[in-house]
């Protein structure tokens, strides 16, 4: 089955600097690669997500990257705030209706003002 | 868009007792929902999944007779932990993919924090 990796497992960065997550899958069927942001005590938000069909997606300070060749992909926030301190968890699947997610182990992000 | 609920968003009860947590999907028609375990500082762990109207499909290790899944319409699924132990004491969280549009998508509900005394 599918199996995701997911680096670095805590991340402090100052506030206005930039965080990087990268995670690595194994099976090269997947080709739908969410990202998940979770607040203490709530419910995981969607916060971005990327098809195998394009390399890059950005939304604001947001952007992810896809490396199917070397079955990587990474979050990147730029301009780092306060409230983007929280868990991030990566996810892959085979993109099909009703597929499970294979999550990452999560990152933990605090954003230091 | 997109929204899914949990009920309840906490609930304490006594050993040997029942509890069932609803999940609905508010704006959108869901095909499948998902139900996740998680403990503290751990990744999301899938229990089971279910699509309306059939029996829910466990992952392995995963008690069906324990944890009692109806996915009764297209936008309410229910997850019963019967005779609860403290050892199911966790954050209960469900997950829904649409109908129509991106239906490989899950949006989480708030998750539903149980402790059995």
């Known amino acids: 089955g599918e199996n995701v990796e997911q680096h670095p497992s805590t991340l402090s960065v100052q506030e206005g600097d930039s965080a990087v997550i990268k995670c690595t899958y194994s099976?090269?069927?997947?080709?739908?690669f969410p990202w998940y942001k979770q607040e203490l005590g709530k419910g995981p938000q969607l916060i971005i997500d990327i098809r195998s069909n394009v390399g890059e997606k950005k939304d604001q300070r947001i952007a992810v990257t896809l490396n199917k060749t070397a079955k990587h992909f990474s979050l990147h926030i730029t301009e780092t705030q306060p409230e983007d301190s929280a868990v991030y968890f990566c996810?892959?699947?085979?993109?099909?209706?009703?597929?499970?997610?294979?999550f990452g182990g999560g990152t933990r992000v605090l954003v230091k003002p | 868009g997109a929204v899914v609920s949990q009920h309840p968003s906490w609930v304490i009860c006594k050993s040997g007792t029942s509890v069932k947590i609803e999940c609905r999907s508010l704006?959108?028609?869901?095909?499948?929902m998902f139900w996740y375990r998680q403990f503290p500082k751990q990744s999301l762990m899938l229990m089971a999944t279910?699509?309306?109207?059939?029996?829910?499909?466990?992952e392995q290790g995963v008690e069906k007779d324990k944890f009692l899944i109806n996915h009764a319409s297209l936008t309410l699924s229910t997850l019963t932990v019967t005779s609860a132990h403290p050892e199911d004491s966790s954050f209960y969280i469900c997950?829904?993919?649409?109908?129509?549009?991106?239906?490989?998508?899950?949006?989480f509900g708030p998750g539903t924090r149980l402790t059995v005394l």
């Open positions: 099976d090269s069927a997947s080709n739908y």
């Open positions: 996810a892959a699947s085979i993109g099909a209706a009703g597929n499970k997610l294979t």
């Open positions: 279910s699509n309306e109207g059939s029996k829910a499909t466990y």
């Open positions: 997950s829904a993919s649409p109908l129509a549009g991106a239906t490989d998508t899950q949006y």
């Open positions: 704006d959108f028609q869901a095909t499948t």
